[in-house]
């Protein structure tokens, strides 16, 4: 079982910047990319940025140049560093951690935290 818990979110300005992070923790699993989502109210979720266990990023259009995701060399923690945050990154964000145990990749999910960018 892995545990994946995020911390970070806030209210801040447009233009502001917040830095949120997530701990996946557990026993009898690699932690292979891990990665933060979003999801507003009345849309669908959507990918903000992806990280491999070897350092290889990913990041949507919409925040590319803004958002640095980033891990440490234990590979179980990521932060997403969000800079020039605009009133459309209002979201509850997510962590995701992808565990492979054997052949198995199973995907676990924060709680979420809130980021609300407000004028």
């Known amino acids: 079982q892995v545990q994946v818990v995020e911390s970070g979110g806030g209210l801040v300005q447009p233009g502001g910047s917040l830095r949120l992070s997530c701990v996946a923790s557990?026993?009898?699993?690699?932690?292979?990319?891990m990665g933060w989502y979003r999801q507003a109210p009345g849309k669908q979720r959507e990918l903000v940025a992806t990280?491999?266990?070897?350092?290889?990023?990913n990041y949507a259009d919409s925040v590319k140049g803004r958002f640095t995701i980033s891990r440490t060399i234990a590979k179980n923690t990521v932060y997403l560093q969000m800079n020039s945050l605009k009133p459309e990154d209002t979201a509850v964000y997510y962590c995701?951690?992808?565990?492979?145990?054997?052949?198995?990749?199973?995907?676990?999910w924060g709680q979420g935290t809130q980021v609300t960018v407000s004028s």
């Open positions: 990280i491999t266990a070897s350092g290889g990023t």
């Open positions: 557990g026993s009898g699993f690699s932690i292979n990319t």
């Open positions: 995701n951690a992808d565990a492979q145990s054997g052949r198995y990749v199973y995907k676990y």
